[in-house]
């Protein structure tokens, strides 16, 4: 509580500053991981829609092969036969739905995560740019601070010399006065 109470008569640590570049590389480098991760979710939808138009085909193959054998049981007069193989069918028949509907969704989440993954890349290369620019910015403005710099001492050492010859001026114009008051009035000979 004290802590809180007195705490502002405490130095705070002073951070040093941020190198400006740091940023956007940490962006860049956050957006390609980013990327990295929808593009791996979205190959294993792709892996998964394969997969399901495989069992897809698998499983209408099965539902025909009932529907056949169905038929030949009826006209063979197999009335328990048929029954079990109509069960089968229209077990097949729900699992072909089932499959259908999650071929779909993996469709539409893999074509979404696909349009992710470039609009993240899309996004980091554009801050790629804008660090490339940045750069070329920081580094010509360092030049100028850097030329100002020595425009600066040039001109700080042109008004030493200057102030150097007006204190020359300032001891000869006392001494000159210093002559007159003795009544030298001319330096001697």
Known sequence: MLDMLFGFWRKKDKKKPVDPLAAFDQLIEDLERQGAEVRKSAATLLALKGELSR??????????????????????????GAQVLRRDQEQAQA?????????????????????????????????????????ARLTAGSLVTGAMREQVERIEK???????????????????????ERGEGEPSK
């Open 55 to 80: 069992s897809l085909e698998r499983y209408t193959r099965q539902r025909e092969d009932i529907v056949q054998r169905c038929v030949v049981a009826d006209a063979r007069g197999d009335v328990k």
């Open 95 to 135: 699992l072909i739905r089932s499959t259908r509907e999650s071929l779909d969704r993996a469709e539409v989440d893999a074509r979404l995560l696909l349009e992710a993954a470039s609009e993240v890349g899309a996004r980091a290369a554009e801050l790629r740019i804008e660090r490339h620019s940045a750069s």
């Open 158 to 180: 042109v008004l030493a010399v200057d102030a150097a010859r007006d204190e020359v001026e300032r001891a000869h114009a006392l001494a000159e006065i210093y002559r007159e």
